[in-house]
């Protein structure tokens, strides 16, 4: 079983940055494949960003790709996903994800077993 807490959210302008954390815990953090998925309302869950178990190789959705990070520290039990020049598109609950089979990493929330809470992320014109 993993438990996952996600935090960092919250009401910004046009442009702001966020650094969103999702801490993990009750397994080996390292062995994780991770992701970032959000959901707006009225809309379905996408698919944000990834990072490998392994390899710390990442995916990121094309909405996000160049204004986004995602990365880990291991030591922590950490997954932290940095938003730069964030637009009022960007505007939803953030989840974090685990717990694909075989720690692949994919763009699929049906895939992942464990999820967290989320956290809002709101961004004003």
């Known amino acids: 079983q993993v438990q996952l807490v996600e935090s960092g959210g919250g009401l910004v302008q046009t442009g702001d940055s966020l650094r969103l954390s999702c801490a993990a815990s009750?397994?080996?953090?390292?062995?994780?494949?991770m992701a970032w998925f959000r959901q707006a309302p009225g809309k379905e869950r996408e698919f944000v960003a990834g990072?490998?178990?392994?390899?710390?190789?990442?995916q990121y959705a094309n909405s996000v790709d160049g204004r986004f990070t995602i990365s880990r520290d291991n030591a922590e039990n950490t997954v932290y996903l940095q938003m730069n020049s964030l637009k009022p598109e960007d505007t939803a609950v953030y989840y974090c994800?685990?717990?694909?089979?075989?720690?692949?990493?994919?763009?699929?929330?049906?895939?992942?077993?464990?999820w967290g809470r989320g956290t809002q992320v709101t961004v004003s014109p």
């Open positions: 994800a685990t717990g694909s089979p075989l720690g692949i990493l994919t763009d699929v929330a049906l895939r992942y077993t464990y």
């Open positions: 009750g397994r080996t953090f390292s062995r994780l494949s």
């Open positions: 990072i490998h178990r392994d390899s710390n190789s990442t």
